[in-house]
């Protein structure tokens, strides 16, 4: 298994960009339209399982990402300020279309979903690197 890391919208963390790619903001990358998506498969993100914390987003991070498994990683993710939780993620990494796709929901600190019932926001993989 090679370890690879990748790149998703508000993964990306590279300072330059390359064919294909835009730069969304300071810290992200988009793909750009019609580029085709880099190959990859679910076991190049299987570094990413465990429970990883940081400081971020004005309180303490939390990210807890399954092993692999069927094509998918499960994540759940909750950012805490001032000893409350301030709003959550459930998340998914998906082989779509020979390459990978970051789902999210969002919910707030009550567990509203800020998205509709059936709606949740999906980023491509945008690069892969070493």
């Given at each position: 298994?090679?370890?690879?890391?990748?790149?998703?919208?508000?993964?990306?963390l590279?300072?330059?960009?390359?064919?294909?790619?835009?730069?969304?903001?300071?810290?992200?990358?988009?793909?750009?339209?019609?580029?085709?998506?880099?190959s990859?498969?679910?076991?190049?993100?299987?570094?990413?399982?465990?429970?990883?914390?940081a400081?971020?987003?004005?309180?303490?991070?939390?990210?807890?990402?399954?092993?692999?498994?069927?094509?998918?990683?499960?994540?759940?993710?909750?950012?805490?300020?001032?000893g409350?939780?301030?709003?959550?993620?459930?998340?998914?990494?998906?082989?779509?279309e020979?390459?990978?796709?970051?789902?999210?929901?969002?919910?707030?600190?009550?567990?509203?979903?800020?998205e509709?019932?059936?709606?949740?926001?999906?980023f491509?993989?945008?690069?892969l690197?070493?």
């Amino acid at each position: 298994m090679r370890r690879c890391n990748l790149v998703f919208l508000v993964l990306a963390l590279a300072a330059t960009s390359a064919i294909g790619q835009s730069r969304n903001t300071e810290n992200t990358l988009r793909l750009d339209e019609g580029t085709v998506r880099p190959s990859a498969s679910i076991e190049d993100m299987a570094w990413l399982a465990g429970f990883w914390q940081a400081e971020g987003f004005g309180g303490r991070i939390e990210d807890v990402w399954s092993q692999p498994s069927a094509g998918t990683m499960m994540g759940m993710y909750k950012v805490i300020q001032d000893g409350s939780p301030s709003f959550y993620e459930l998340q998914l990494i998906v082989e779509q279309e020979g390459s990978l796709a970051w789902l999210v929901k969002h919910f707030s600190a009550e567990f509203s979903a800020w998205e509709e019932k059936a709606a949740f926001v999906t980023f491509p993989l945008v690069r892969l690197t070493e």
